[in-house]
C-alpha cells in the first residue's frame, strides 16, 4: 500500500513534442505529490509538487495533472527540449502524519530521452 | 548557498566489511534524510534524523544505522555489506519537517560498489 507505480520505464520524445509520464498510488492518505528531475551523476532536485485539493499545478513548461478518485497523477512537460533529457521519479508522502511527514515514497522512474 | 554535500563520491569495498558515509546538509537545515538508489528500483526511504534524533526508518536491516551530528552532518554506517549493498546513497536535508514547506534537498550521492 505503500508503493508508488510509475509508468513508462522509458520514454522518447522529439523535440517540441509533450513528453507524459504517469504514476498511480494505492494509499488514500498521501497528500504531497512532487516530481524530481535527476541528471546523470547529480541528485534527484524537485521539479513540481501538487497537494489533493487542486487537480492541476503549472509552472512554465512543467504540468501536474491530478486525479484523487482514480488515484493517480502524471507530469507533462510541453515543447519538451533535448535538455529535458533526464529521469524523472514521481514521489507521493503523507504531510499530515508528523512521525513520516518526510517519507517520501518514490517511483521507480522514468527515463526521458528527447531527440533534437 | 552551498548545496548537500557527501563524501566520499565513490567507494569500493569487499563482501562483510563496513562502510561510513558522511553528509553535511545545507546550513540552517536540520532534518538529514537517507535514502538508497539501486539500479531499477527507485529511491527506497533508509533513515530521516531530525534535530539529532532518529525520527522514522525504511525497511531495512539493522546494519543500516546512522546518527546525526550536533551540527546536523550525518553519518549512514552499513556493516557487513553484502552484494546487494551496490547503489547510489543519497542524502536530503529540509529545513523543516513539513514536506510542502521544505522540500528535500539532494546531495549527489556515494557510489557504493560491493565486491
Known amino acids: 500500500q505503500q508503493q508508488v507505480k510509475q509508468s513508462p520505464q522509458s520514454l522518447i520524445v522529439q523535440k517540441g513534442g509533450i513528453s507524459i509520464i504517469n504514476c498511480a498510488y494505492e494509499?488514500?492518505?498521501?497528500?504531497?505529490f512532487p516530481w524530481y528531475q535527476q541528471f546523470p551523476g547529480k541528485g534527484p532536485a524537485l521539479l513540481i509538487a501538487?497537494?489533493?485539493?487542486?487537480s492541476e499545478k503549472k509552472e512554465g513548461r512543467f504540468t501536474i495533472s491530478f486525479n484523487k478518485s482514480a488515484k493517480q497523477f502524471s507530469l507533462h512537460i510541453m515543447d519538451s527540449q533535448p535538455g529535458d533529457s533526464a529521469t524523472y521519479f514521481c514521489?507521493?508522502?503523507?504531510?499530515?502524519?508528523?512521525?513520516?511527514?518526510?517519507?517520501?515514497?518514490f517511483g521507480q522512474g522514468t527515463r526521458l530521452t528527447i531527440n533534437p | 548557498e552551498a548545496g548537500v554535500t557527501q563524501s566520499p563520491t565513490h567507494l569500493i569495498k569487499t563482501r562483510g566489511q563496513q562502510v561510513t558515509l558522511r553528509c553535511s546538509p545545507i546550513?540552517?537545515?536540520?532534518?538529514v534524510y537517507w535514502y538508497q538508489q539501486a539500479l531499477g528500483l527507485g529511491l527506497q526511504f533508509l533513515l530521516w534524523?531530525?534535530?539529532?534524533?532518529?525520527?522514522n526508518r525504511g525497511n531495512f536491516p539493522p546494519r543500516f544505522s546512522g546518527r546525526q551530528f550536533p551540527n546536523y552532518s550525518s553519518e549512514l554506517n552499513v556493516n557487513a555489506l553484502e552484494l546487494e549493498d551496490s547503489a547510489l546513497y543519497l542524502c536530503?536535508?529540509?529545513?523543516?519537517?513539513?514536506?510542502?514547506?521544505?522540500?528535500?534537498?539532494f546531495g549527489n550521492g556515494t557510489r557504493l560498489t560491493v565486491t
Open positions: 534524523y531530525d534535530e539529532g534524533e532518529e525520527r
Open positions: 501538487i497537494r489533493p485539493d487542486v
Open positions: 536530503a536535508s529540509s529545513l523543516g519537517t513539513t514536506t510542502s514547506q521544505s522540500p528535500l534537498h
Open positions: 494509499n488514500t492518505a498521501f497528500d504531497y
Open positions: 546550513s540552517g537545515h536540520t532534518s
Open positions: 514521489a507521493a508522502s503523507m504531510v499530515g502524519n508528523g512521525q513520516g511527514a518526510q517519507k517520501l515514497v
